[in-house]
Nanobody, 125 residues
Framework: QVQLVESGGGLVQAGGSLGLSCVAS????????MGWFRQAPGKEREFVAA????????SYADSAKGRFTVSRDNAKNTVYLQMNTLAPEDTAVYYCAAARTFQPPTEVTANYEYWGQGTQVTVSS
């Protein structure tokens, strides 16, 4: 069992930055790829970024490339999402998710076994 708790969301002006954190409980964190997803009002949940269990491989949605950076610290059971140059269209609830053990980082929602409750990110224009 893995429990995930996100933090770091808030209100920021367009062009600003925010850093999200997701702390995981459970001993299998270091064996799982971790992903970040987001869901805006009235829209489907969409992939943002993912990182391999070792941290050696990352994957990003086109909308996140060049602006967002995913990282992890397995000693702290924590995955991070640094978001720069934010725009109003980045407004959403952001979720972290833990993939099944030893699965690669992926944008496929069904590959993720555990989800956090989400943290709200609002970008004002």
């Amino acid at each position: 069992q893995v429990q995930l708790v996100e933090s770091g969301g808030g209100l920021v002006q367009a062009g600003g930055s925010l850093g999200l954190s997701c702390v995981a409980s459970g001993r299998s964190f270091s064996l799982r790829a971790m992903g970040w997803f987001r869901q805006a009002p009235g829209k489907e949940r969409e992939f943002v970024a993912a990182i391999a269990w070792s941290g050696g491989r990352t994957s990003y949605a086109d909308s996140a490339k060049g602006r967002f950076t995913v990282s992890r610290d397995n000693a702290k059971n924590t995955v991070y999402l640094q978001m720069n140059t934010l725009a109003p269209e980045d407004t959403a609830v952001y979720y972290c998710a833990a993939a099944r053990t030893f699965q690669p980082p992926t944008e496929v929602t069904a590959n993720y076994e555990y989800w956090g409750q989400g943290t709200q990110v609002t970008v004002s224009s």
